[in-house]
């Protein structure tokens, strides 16, 4: 009975209802499945159930709702079948799980949900489990049904349904696709498929191919937080096992992010994507390839240009900091690159500036530090007169750091004339006494570091000041004359 069930559910779609990747048109992404007509569900036998295709021909009839065409019998569990017979098993259960669902309504087809969930849990276990390795043929049909399932297009975005433009992402709730009971289950199936030891690359290749590659790249697009989260430890894992595909996929990843930056500026998976970019990144050989050098000047560094950096900013600054550390030598590459996307009226995001700012001159050697000080300190002198306090105080606190002060102390005679009057201002009109203190003390070891120098520089504020009363009070002069001039000859 059994094997004329499996022989039964192993018939083949004619040419004219297949595309050409074996999967059974109907019409729609979400639908290439198992193609038949009136469900009947049958849960007299024990065990994990199945999809058995009806021996009534005509066209697929699976639509948007899923499993309208579809006989739904019971398929024993592994553990109940002989192990020649498994592999044949394991195609009827991919089978199963190729039928899609209508999420949205809880009520409808329960049952059916439950038999296809009850078949991803088995194909789970047996993969996890090593029971045995999967055949060739049954690892493009696995995969095929993980396409079904997981290549579907993405909801609306909640700006697309509301036309707010202007809501922070921190303030939504979080999109939970109704689908995750089945979802979660198919990717970790991909999961425990990609790192199992009985995964044969070379095989596997052939299946987890460059299509594959970008369509699970698509997925990142995702608003579930939940999907993102393991559609970064499966590619990751991808990257690491298939070599072949890895400048693939680092190519893949900067085409996101230039549509990104240039065209969108609205991408749900950017943070994810910079995870694994930092762990890409850590296990760059020395010394870098150019490639990887310009990688960081045309796609991380214009990455903090959107008005969304915050983000993704934390993994963003991980990233940046990596290339900094194993190369040096691009610190100034990265400070002026930081310089050019500085923002000029977000105070949050310039804050952000601030603590990556820091973190890059901790791994700064003093010849790169030379190359960009001068207008690295002409912006910080500006932030240190900020009107938003934070601002203010996290550019005094770069003080606060042994290694800047060290290379700011071996070139304070560039430095200090620089930023000297932004403190002076601080001391004289900062309404903020947290930021009025933190400068008289940044003051104070400017003027233990050098007093000399220090003394120059007051002097000269000192006659800047005076030039700037005299040169106030010759105009207010100028405009009492020219209105006494103008008095007797009003206009009538």
């Given amino acids: 009975m059994l094997k004329n069930l499996i022989k039964r559910g192993q018939k083949k779609p004619s040419k ?15 639908s290439e499945s198992v193609s038949s007509s009136n469900v009947v569900v049958n849960q007299s036998n024990q065990g ?8 009534a021909s005509g066209p697929n009839n699976l639509g948007p709702g899923g499993a309208a065409g579809a006989v739904i019998e019971p398929l024993p569990m592994f553990r109940d079948v002989s192990v020649s017979e498994r592999q044949h098993l394991f195609v009827r259960k991919c089978q199963v799980c190729c039928v899609q669902f209508d999420f949205s309504d809880t009520l409808k087809m329960v049952k059916e949900k439950e038999i296809k969930r009850l078949n991803l849990v088995e ?35 909640s700006h697309e349904h509301t036309g707010s433009e202007n809501v922070e992402a921190d303030e939504e709730e979080p999109y939970l696709d109704p689908s995750w009971s089945h979802l979660q289950l198919v990717y970790e199936l991909l999961l425990r498929y990609v790192v199992s030891s009985d995964t044969d690359a070379k095989v596997a290749k052939r299946f987890i191919n460059h299509s594959f590659v970008l369509k699970l790249l698509d997925m990142f697009d995702s608003e579930d937080p939940r999907e993102r989260e393991y559609l970064k430890t499966i590619l990751h894992r991808i990257y690491g096992k298939f070599m072949v595909h890895r400048p693939f996929i680092r190519k893949a990843i900067n085409n996101i992010f230039y549509r990104f930056i240039y065209e969108t500026q609205r991408h749900n998976g950017i943070g994810e994507l910079l995870e694994i970019l930092g762990s890409i990144i850590n296990g760059f050989a020395l010394p870098l390839k150019e490639e990887h050098k310009l990688f960081l000047m045309r796609a991380l560094i214009p990455l903090h240009k959107p008005k969304s950096i915050a983000m993704y900013h934390q993994q963003l600054s991980y990233c940046i900091i990596q290339f900094v550390e194993k190369d040096s030598k691009l610190a100034d590459t990265v400070i002026m690159g930081l310089l050019k ?5 977000n105070c949050q995001k310039e804050t952000l500036f601030l603590g990556e ?23 910080i002198a500006r932030c240190l007169n900020s009107p938003h306090f934070q601002t203010a105080e996290r550019a005094l606190f770069l003080w606060n750091n042994e290694h800047i002060v060290s290379l700011i102390a071996q070139n304070r005679n560039v430095i200090l004339p620089l930023v000297f009057e932004a403190l002076e201002n601080n001391i004289h009109s900062h309404w903020n006494q947290a930021v009025h203190g933190l400068t008289v003390n940044v003051r104070k070891m400017f003027q233990e570091m050098d007093a000399k120098l220090f003394e120059d520089c007051q002097k000269q504020y000192a006659e800047k000041r005076a030039h700037v009363d005299e040169a106030a009070k010759q105009r207010e002069l100028t405009w009492q004359k020219l209105d006494a001039a103008a008095g007797p000859h009003q206009i009538r």
């Fill in 357 to 379: 700012l820091e973190e890059v001159l901790e791994a700064t050697q003093a010849t790169e530090f030379q190359r960009c000080m001068v207008p690295l300190f002409r912006q």
């Fill in 123 to 157: 194909l789970v276990d047996y993969v996890q489990s090593g029971s045995g390795k999967i055949a060739e043929s049954n690892q493009e049909e696995m995969v095929r049904m993980i396409s079904v399932n997981v290549f579907r297009c993405l909801p609306p975005s």
């Fill in 341 to 345: 996307y500085w923002p000029i009226t």
């Fill in 48 to 55: 994990a159930v199945g999809v058995a295709a009806s021996a």
């Fill in 16 to 30: 004219s209802d297949t595309d050409g990747f074996g999967n059974v048109s109907g019409g729609n992404r979400q």
